[in-house]
């Protein structure tokens, strides 16, 4: 019995992924979310606040989401005996949770997988219980407007949660590889509009309506601390510092309208009503320019870390900027490369980026360019051949991306050394100066776009031609030889295999 039990777990931790942990939870979250009462008893207390009671999460809700906020802040400098002692602590706060979601899906889970479960549940927790208050902040709002109550507080129809609900149902399905960070990318948005909405039948929701709620989040802090996010959307206006970008306000608009249209599509309503919201004059600022200048990418690479300097990412923090710059590829296409994406085509070694099972593309298709020169003299093909599957692991537990951990340390490292342009990018500033250098040199635009990953159908692609034939890899090769060599030699350091 113990042997075969023993099996059981060996098969259970070759053949899992993450793909099944968050399959488990959302069986979980989808009965639990179902059960109000439960929920109002679990994770929910009454508070005192301005003299009235009021609802807010649970004291173990709230340590939960301090532990989640801390792994999302620094998770690279964490000790190993820190994740142990937090696995530990997460399993027990979780058990019950873990009880019913595999009693829900059984599966057999080895402890790694088990402690991951049991820290999806938990953010899955926390979700539940902010949607669960959520439904009672829409009077909050209607108060600070001088209202006695909401208009239309029973639901009519279809409200803006069904339709979020229905989307979420709809990229699922139709959108399977890319389901996942869209539905995280879209929560806050969707979220923010249903506090702001409440019960109001969608039909109902007018332009005045959406206005009103552009108004209300260009006045939202840009980067809020934790007390000011658990406030209700109406007392966040009222934070001090930087606002909302304008930019980040058209994305929120833009995600909410994604989810209208995939209700026109299905019937549901009879237009998008962010159709009619006419958009905000933007006054034209001075130019920003984002490309790195040659003093700055010089400063870049001659940092300590390309010289063999310890990091929290290891190969990562050593790699992943040569080759941004020596490819202008968008980050997490880099970050999320696995060994079988390092090809040969003509005997010439290549990038292929494409989408799969935990890798996207943002056009969703794939291409394939060379390995500049300089990267083989450099030992990157070995580098590749020293790992067994993924090239960089560090995938974070918040959005699923390779590259959002790493990213902010990469952020705040150039800016400790003095990198603090006003307009440039730590890494998408990379693809800026290749398409600077592409565009001097005279490169043909559908050679550009090939590896670069432009959309040949957008409107600054005119010609039809250049959406036929393809791109021959010598010619990808030409373009690319001719990005200048930086100063680097092969750094002899062996970095630990993953």
């Excluded at 793909?19 to 109002?40: F, H, N, P």
């Excluded at 959108?175 to 409440?198: D, V």
């Excluded at 001090?240 to 058209?250: A, F, M």
């Excluded at 003509?346 to 989408?355: E, H, K, N, S, V």
């Amino acid at each position: 019995m113990i042997l075969r039990l023993a099996e059981k777990q060996l098969e259970a931790e070759q053949s899992l992924t993450d793909a099944d942990i968050e399959l488990i939870a959302g069986v979980w979250a989808s009965k639990t979310m179902q059960r109000d009462e439960l929920i109002r008893e679990r994770y929910v207390v009454e508070e005192q606040y301005d003299g009235k009671t009021g609802l807010t999460h649970s004291p173990e809700n709230g340590l939960i989401h301090d532990w989640l906020e801390d792994r999302q802040r620094k998770p690279g400098y964490k000790s190993q005996t820190w994740q142990e002692e937090r696995n530990v602590s997460i399993g027990k706060l979780m058990a019950v949770e873990l009880e019913e979601a595999l009693e829900y899906t059984p599966t057999v889970l080895t402890p790694l997988w088990r402690d991951r479960l049991a820290w999806r549940l938990a953010e899955r927790r926390c979700d539940l219980t902010n949607a669960y208050l959520l439904s009672f902040r829409p009077r909050l709002y209607a108060k600070s407007k001088g209202l006695d109550s909401l208009p239309d507080e029973k639901p009519q129809s279809l409200t803006f949660a069904d339709l979020f609900s229905r989307y979420k149902d709809h990229v699922q399905r139709h959108e399977p590889l890319r389901a996942e960070r869209r539905i995280i990318a879209y929560t806050t948005s969707a979220n923010r509009f249903i506090e702001f909405i409440g019960q109001r039948a969608v039909k109902d929701i007018t332009v005045t309506d959406l206005a009103d709620f552009r108004s209300l989040i260009e006045k939202l802090p840009s980067r809020p601390s934790k007390a000011i996010r658990q406030m209700p959307l109406h007392r966040q206006v009222n934070a001090e510092g930087r606002k909302i970008s304008p930019t980040r306000v058209e994305n929120i608009l833009k995600e909410l309208s994604s989810i209208f249209r995939v209700a026109v599509e299905d019937g549901k309503l009879a237009e998008n009503p962010l159709t009619n919201l006419k958009k905000r004059k933007v006054v034209a600022g001075p130019a920003v320019v984002r490309s790195f200048s040659q003093n700055e990418i010089h400063r870049i690479f001659s940092l300590p870390v390309f010289n063999g300097e310890a990091t929290p990412h290891g190969a990562m923090a050593y790699w992943i900027p040569i080759i941004l710059y020596y490819s202008g590829a968008r980050v997490e296409e880099i970050a999320q490369l696995r060994r079988g994406d390092i090809v040969e085509e003509d005997g010439i070694p290549c990038f292929r980026l494409a989408m799969g099972e935990g890798q996207s593309i943002k056009m969703g298709n794939l291409r394939q360019f060379p390995i500049h020169s300089h990267l083989i003299e450099m030992g990157f093909l070995d580098f590749v051949q020293s790992q067994t599957y993924q090239l960089f692991v560090d995938k974070s537990e918040v959005n699923g991306k390779y590259s959002y951990n790493y990213a902010r340390w990469w952020g705040n490292y150039i800016r400790e050394h003095a990198l603090t342009r006003e307009g440039i990018k730590p890494t998408h500033s990379f693809r800026h100066s290749l398409v600077t250098l592409f565009r001097d040199l005279n490169i043909r635009e559908e050679i550009q776009d090939s590896i670069l990953g432009h959309n040949e159908n957008s409107p600054d692609r005119a010609k039809a031609s250049h959406g036929y034939g393809e791109k021959s890899v010598e010619a990808q090769r030409n373009a690319i030889e001719q990005i200048p060599r930086l100063n680097l030699e092969r750094l002899e350091k062996r970095f630990p295999a993953v």
